[in-house]
C-alpha cells in the first residue's frame, strides 16, 4: 500500500500534467446549473436538457469504454457516467487520467435513468475544479482516532454523514429557538465579548491586553450585566445567543469556549419564566423530535409530559441521604463529602461542597426533565431572594438526561443587596476563591437608576444539541473544539 506522501506526490504530479496540458485544476468560475438535490428533484421535469452538476468525487468505478462515478456537493450525491462515443474524447481522457476520489468536477451532459433505475449523468464534456492532494479517510471507517476527527473536523464531515447530519440538527435547535423567542417579542441583542471586568457568572475568566488603550481585558463569561443594563434602559425583553470563555477545566460537558442563550423579561419571575422555558424546550425538542419522546444515553425522555419540580435540598435528602441539609454547617457537609469520596479543598465555600455532593449523587438520577428550585443564598450572587426568606433564593434549574440545561432565577434588582453581594464575593476571592464576580461599580450605578423586576434565563446550547442528539460528549456538537496543539 501506497504511502500518504507517495499518494500526494502522485496527485501533484497529475496537478503538474493538468497544467502543462492548459488545464487549470483550480479555475475560478464554477458552471453549475443545478445543485444535486435539484436535480434527483426535478429529473423528470429536467427530461433531456443539457445540464451541468457539481461537487466532490466519492468513488470511481469500471474503466475504458464506460466509468461511474458519485460525486457529493453538500446537499446530495448524484452518480455520473463516462462514455466512448457520448463523452468528448478529451474529457474522457482527462478524466480516466487526472482524476482521483476527493476532487471537485464538474460534469456537463444530460440526464437518464439506467438499467438499475438509477438517476444518472451522462456526461458530454468533464472538467476539473479542484484537485485534491491528500486522499480521503477511507469511507467504510472515516478517521477512527477520536481526536483527530475532532481536529480534521472537515474529513470528519465528508466520511460520517452522520456527524454532519449532527450539526445541520444544530443549526434547526438554534433557529427554533430564535423563532420561539421573536414569536414570543423578544429582541435579539449584541453585547461585548471583551470586557474590562468579567461579571454575571461565578467562573475563572480569559485575560488578553489592548495595545492601542494599553489596557487588560477579559473573554466574557457571560453578557448577564450588559443584558440587565438593558433593562434599566427601557428594553422588557431582550435575549443574545452568544459565545462565552471559561478558562476552567475540559471534560465530557465543559469546552472553554460555548455557546448560550441568555434572555431577560421585565415584569416577571422565577415562577413566570419557568412556565416560558418548559413550552420553550417542548417546542424545540418536537421540532427535532415529534412524538416529543427521543433516546439519550440509553434512556428514553419524555418531554410531552409536564416536568417535575424538586426542590434542591429534598434532592440532597433523597439522593445523598442527608437528614437536614439546609441545617448543616461547612464542617457537617465537608464530612459528608469524605464519606461519598469527594475531595474538598481546606478553603472551599459551603454551597461549593454542597454542589459537588449534588453534581455526584443527585444530578446523574434525573434523567426525565426536573425542574430544581429552592436554592441556598449564596449559590448565586444575582438571584433574588425568595418572598418571606434571607436564606433562599428565587431560582430554578433545568435537568434531563442527567445535563444541566437551563439556569434561570428572578433578578437581584435591589442596589443595596447587591452591592453587599459582592462584598460577600470580595471576602470569598481573599480566602482564596478564584472563581468569584467582581464588583462592578457601573453595573451598581445602572441598577441605581432603577431596574424593573425581572427574570433571567441561561440555556447551554452546546449540551442542548447533545440532548437532543443522543451524544455524551460536548465536543461532538463543536465543530472545531478546544485541543491541546500537536507537538
Known amino acids: 500500500m501506497a504511502s500518504l506522501e507517495e499518494i500526494r506526490r502522485e496527485r501533484v504530479r497529475k496537478d503538474e500534467a493538468l497544467r502543462s496540458a492548459g488545464i487549470h485544476p483550480y479555475p475560478v468560475r464554477a458552471l453549475r446549473t443545478h445543485t444535486l438535490l435539484e436535480a434527483g428533484a426535478l429529473f423528470k421535469k429536467i427530461g433531456k436538457k443539457k445540464v451541468c452538476l457539481a461537487g466532490r468525487v466519492m468513488a470511481i468505478r469500471g474503466q475504458g469504454g464506460l466509468s461511474f462515478f458519485d460525486i457529493f456537493d453538500g446537499t446530495g450525491s448524484f452518480q455520473g457516467a463516462l462514455k466512448q462515443g457520448e463523452t468528448e474524447k478529451e474529457s474522457l481522457d482527462n478524466f480516466l487520467k487526472f482524476t482521483d476520489i476527493g476532487d471537485f468536477i464538474e460534469a456537463e451532459g444530460s440526464l437518464f435513468l439506467t438499467k438499475k433505475g438509477q438517476k444518472t449523468i451522462l456526461v458530454k464534456n468533464f472538467r476539473m475544479l479542484a484537485k485534491s492532494l491528500?486522499?480521503?479517510?477511507?469511507?467504510?471507517h472515516g478517521l477512527e482516532n477520536t481526536e483527530e476527527r475532532f481536529r480534521r473536523r472537515y474529513l470528519?464531515?465528508?466520511?460520517?454523514?452522520?456527524?454532519?447530519?449532527?450539526?445541520?440538527?444544530r443549526a434547526k435547535i438554534i433557529a427554533s429557538i430564535r423563532k420561539n423567542l421573536e414569536k414570543s417579542g423578544f429582541l435579539e441583542v449584541e453585547t461585548p465579548m471583551l470586557?474590562?471586568?468579567?461579571?454575571?457568572a461565578v467562573a475563572v475568566p480569559f485575560k488578553t491586553h489592548h495595545n492601542a488603550l494599553d489596557m487588560d481585558l477579559y473573554l466574557r463569561i457571560?453578557?448577564?450585566?450588559?443584558l440587565k443594563e438593558l433593562l434599566v434602559g427601557g428594553f422588557t425583553k431582550v435575549y443574545e445567543l452568544n459565545r462565552n470563555f471559561r478558562n476552567e477545566g475540559i471534560d465530557v460537558t465543559h469546552n472553554p469556549e460555548f455557546t448560550m442563550l441568555e434572555f431577560y423579561e421585565a415584569y416577571s419571575d422565577a415562577d413566570k419564566i419557568r412556565a416560558f422555558v418548559e413550552k420553550l424546550v417542548r417546542s424545540v425538542g418536537k421540532e427535532m423530535h415529534r412524538s416529543g419522546k427521543f433516546e439519550f444515553d440509553g434512556a428514553v425522555i419524555d418531554i410531552s409530559k409536564k416536568f417535575s419540580v424538586v426542590s434542591y435540598f429534598e434532592l440532597l435528602k433523597r439522593h445523598a441521604l442527608i437528614p437536614h441539609p439546609e441545617r448543616l454547617n461547612k464542617d457537617e457537609y465537608a464530612l459528608h463529602a469524605k464519606r461519598l469520596g469527594i475531595d474538598i479543598s481546606p478553603n472551599e465555600a459551603t454551597e461549593k461542597i454542597m454542589d459537588a455532593i449534588y453534581k455526584k449523587t443527585c444530578r446523574p438520577k434525573l434523567i426525565q426533565p426536573t425542574f430544581i428550585v429552592d436554592y441556598p443564598v449564596h449559590a448565586s450572587p444575582f438571584a433574588k431572594k425568595k418572598e418571606g426568606s434571607e436564606t433562599i433564593i428565587d431560582r430554578f434549574q433545568l435537568v434531563i438526561g442527567g445535563l444541566e440545561i437551563v439556569n434561570a432565577f428572578s433578578e437581584l434588582n435591589d442596589p443595596l443587596d447587591q452591592r453587599a453581594r459582592y462584598e460577600e464575593?470580595?471576602?470569598?476571592?481573599?480566602?482564596?476563591?478564584?472563581?468569584?464576580?467582581p464588583s462592578d461599580e457601573n453595573y451598581?450605578?445602572?441598577m441605581e437608576y432603577g431596574m424593573p423586576p425581572a427574570a433571567g434565563v441561561g440555556i447551554g446550547i452546546d449540551r442542548l444539541t447533545m440532548l437532543l442528539t443522543n451524544v455524551?460528549?460536548?465536543?461532538?456538537?463543536?465543530?472545531?473544539p478546544t485541543l491541546r496543539p500537536k507537538t
Open 222 to 226: 457571560a453578557p448577564e450585566l450588559y
Open 425 to 437: 464575593q470580595e471576602r470569598r476571592k481573599k480566602a482564596g476563591d478564584k472563581e468569584i464576580s
Open 156 to 169: 470528519d464531515l465528508i466520511s460520517s454523514p452522520e456527524v454532519r447530519e449532527r450539526f445541520i440538527a
Open 472 to 480: 455524551k460528549n460536548i465536543r461532538e456538537v463543536i465543530l472545531f
Open 195 to 200: 470586557q474590562t471586568l468579567p461579571g454575571g
Open 444 to 446: 451598581l450605578e445602572a
Open 134 to 140: 491528500r486522499p480521503l479517510p477511507d469511507k467504510w
